[in-house]
């Protein structure tokens, strides 16, 4: 958790939080440098000029009138709104958003943020999207959910809702990114998923202060958040226009992995994925790719392995797992062997998948994570 801080602390990081004409790469550089807002403040000539992107009149208007800005919100608001502000020495700031050259210095945040323990992934997309689409998104976010990761997206309509969905289905937490201040209910066709991201133990997670109102231009600004928070980025669906290409091209210069679903060739949400995988992004089609990628640093995952006698399963559930071992199976072909009466079989399958021996995939098929012998 952040430290205790004293209203002229919090003052400092808001005053720092503003100033719009700095810019977001020089504060983020200047917090690097000095650590923080009042370090900043004291600091001389020489020392400001350690750090890159100055020109002559910011630094000048940095020196003249610096330190007696307004803060971008007044402290007291935060209260109020019941906003907790995260800043960026606090042990709780996402640390791969530490990482990004224009991280932002504050957050403003209602609910519970966690990237110590797990590993996160942005899943984003069309708002445009098609119900495949959307059923691929929530069905990729509950399986890379279940398998340890945080799922970030944007909490726009279309894909990101159903990411958002497919998290809170795993009962895991999933941290929406926004474009106005979180206490800003936007769009509001989404005001029950904010809700149940917030009870589901997730948060609402924004550079903007509270009261902020959604800007069209806030939203490319707030993609460097959502890819820079997570050490990977998948997109299901985008248009050639689509702002998720965005978010895949800052994850990529921000060193990240990018995945993306092809989609269908003659559709035009499949524009932008087929566009990412021909400049090299991971073509993907099953959510047991990024988890295999990622495997070392999923703790569940991890656990599963060491697990190799699997004593704890019985002789009908390791048969199972050996049907499921080679390639994903519908129920239909489980049923059409024989082996499976249906009833039986759907409990022997949920059972499973909740204790995390197989993963669901799309279309209603199923594969182990690991063989059994």
Request: hydrophobic fraction near 40%; glycine fraction near 8%.
């Amino acid at each position: 958790m952040a430290e205790a801080r004293s209203l002229a602390e919090i003052r400092s990081w808001l005053q720092f939080a503003g100033m719009p004409w700095l810019g977001a790469t020089i504060k983020a550089g200047l917090i690097k440098r000095f650590g923080s807002p009042a370090r900043v403040f004291s600091a001389g000539r020489g020392e400001l000029l350690q750090v890159k992107g100055w020109d002559n009149n910011r630094l000048e208007r940095f020196l003249a009138d610096g330190s007696h800005e307004e803060p971008v919100c007044p402290p007291e608001l935060l209260e109020q709104k019941q906003v907790r502000l995260v800043c960026f020495s606090d042990p709780d700031y996402p640390p791969l958003l530490r990482e990004i050259p224009d991280s932002p210095v504050v957050l403003f945040c209602i609910g519970k943020i966690d990237f110590q323990s797990a590993p996160s992934i942005a899943i984003v997309g069309a708002r445009n999207g098609t119900q495949l689409g959307y059923d691929i998104a929530r069905e990729f976010s509950c399986a890379l959910a279940r398998a340890g990761f945080v799922v970030v997206s944007g909490l726009a309509l279309g894909i990101d809702t159903y990411a958002h969905r497919g998290a809170i289905e795993a009962k895991s937490q999933t941290i929406a990114v926004l474009g106005n201040g979180p206490d800003i209910v936007y769009p509001r066709a989404n005001q029950r998923i904010r809700e149940r991201i917030l009870q589901n133990g997730g948060a609402l997670v924004s550079e903007y202060h509270p009261g902020v109102i959604a800007r069209p231009w806030h939203f490319p600004v707030r993609n460097r958040i959502i890819s820079g928070m997570c050490l990977a980025t998948l997109v299901v669906e985008a248009s050639s226009r689509s702002g998720s290409l965005i978010t895949a091209r800052l994850a990529a210069e921000q060193n990240r992995e990018v995945f993306a679903i092809p989609g269908n060739i003659r559709s035009s949400v499949a524009e932008g994925t087929l566009a990412l995988i021909q400049e090299g992004a991971n073509l993907v089609t099953d959510p047991a790719e990024i988890i295999d990628y990622f495997a070392d640093l999923l703790p569940q995952k991890k656990k599963l392995e060491n697990n190799s006698d699997m004593d704890d399963l019985s002789d009908e559930e390791k048969k199972l797992l050996r049907d499921l071992s080679m390639q994903p199976r519908t129920i239909d072909s489980l049923l059409e062997t024989g082996s499976y009466k249906r009833d039986r079989l759907f409990s022997l399958l949920l059972t499973l998948e909740m204790r995390d021996y197989l993963i669901k995939l799309p279309g209603n098929s199923y594969l182990a994570r690991k063989n059994v012998a």
